[in-house]
């Protein structure tokens, strides 16, 4: 028997989740045309096969059973619509997908964005690629897929209700109008966020799509720390308040923490954000 390996070419929803992450990527470097958009619309569009798949990986995501049996019972009929889908269709349009996306962006460096989900997508593709392939798959790995997914759609939903009515009206749209609404989302994201400082947004940008690939992240967040510690040092100089002068000390003591921290966390990109913020405000009070 052989072990199933997970490829994230031909997983729809790690696909999905990658495009609409780009998106975001997009937007915060002002490129306001992002080929993602496109790529989105072409091969996910109503009747096309990777859209079909699609509404199976999101079955499982988003439908919840209260009972283990409702759950195995959920998964064995997406199992069965997912047989019924071509598969020499499904390779066609999986291959020009992943084509058109390294006509405009580095393949390396799409893949390594983060994907929240990826676990279950994971579960999901494996699963439900071993009941169409020819090959034995040890029955424990199987397992595993599964139980995964069970977990997921028995599990207590961490959203509210409101929440949830509006993501459910929300899925309930035409892709189409589901883009429109996300890039309306980013839109105003930019509108709050248009303060940001240029360091700010680069500083985003790297954390978006380099979350997965935690060395690169590491070293750029390593080399900014040293320059905005340097900066604060050359700064302190110029403060003669006593208080001041120990509060920014803490900071670069803070700073000094994230660089030894091994794993990049969301409060180190916080603290980064608030230090350039520091910055800016201690070069207009020692003016």
């Known amino acids: 028997m052989k072990s199933l390996k997970h490829s994230k ?43 079909r798949e699609l509404d199976l990986y ?28 071509n598969r020499s269709k499904s390779k066609r349009e999986k291959y020009n997908l992943v084509r058109e996306i390294k006509k405009h962006y580095n393949l390396e460096d799409f893949f390594k964005s983060r994907v929240p989900n990826y676990r279950l ?7 439900l690629e071993s009941h169409i392939t020819s090959n ?15 977990e997921h759609i028995t599990g207590t939903q961490k959203s509210s209700k409101e929440a949830t009515s509006i993501i459910s009206e929300y899925s309930k749209q035409e892709k189409d109008l589901r883009l429109l609404s996300y890039k309306i989302l980013l839109e105003k994201f930019n509108d709050k966020y248009g303060t940001l400082t240029s360091k700010q947004k680069t500083l985003l940008r790297e954390f978006i799509n380099n979350i997965s690939n935690t060395s690169t992240l590491k070293k750029y967040m390593v080399n900014e720390i040293n320059s905005i510690s340097k900066e604060i040092t050359k700064l302190t100089k110029s403060v003669t308040d006593d208080i001041v002068k120990v509060k ?37 009070v020692v003016k």
């Open 58 to 85: 999101k079955a499982l995501q988003q439908q919840k059973y209260t009972s283990d049996s409702k759950a195995e019972k959920f998964i064995d009929i997406v199992i069965s619509e997912y047989k019924k889908i």
């Open 9 to 51: 070419v031909k997983n729809v929803g790690v696909l999905f989740e990658l495009l609409t992450r780009q998106i975001t990527s997009d937007t915060l470097s002002n490129n306001k045309k992002s080929p993602a958009i496109d790529i989105v619309k072409e091969f996910f569009k109503k009747d096309t096969v990777l859209s």
């Open 248 to 284: 920014l000390s803490e900071v670069n003591s803070q700073l000094v923490n994230i660089k030894n921290d091994k794993v990049v966390r969301d409060k180190h990109l916080v603290s980064m954000l608030r230090s350039y913020d520091l910055i800016k405000e201690l070069k207009n």
């Open 136 to 150: 034995s798959i040890k029955p424990s790995q199987l397992m595993k897929y599964r139980f995964n997914i069970v």
């Open 121 to 127: 997508n994971a579960s999901i593709c494996s699963l």
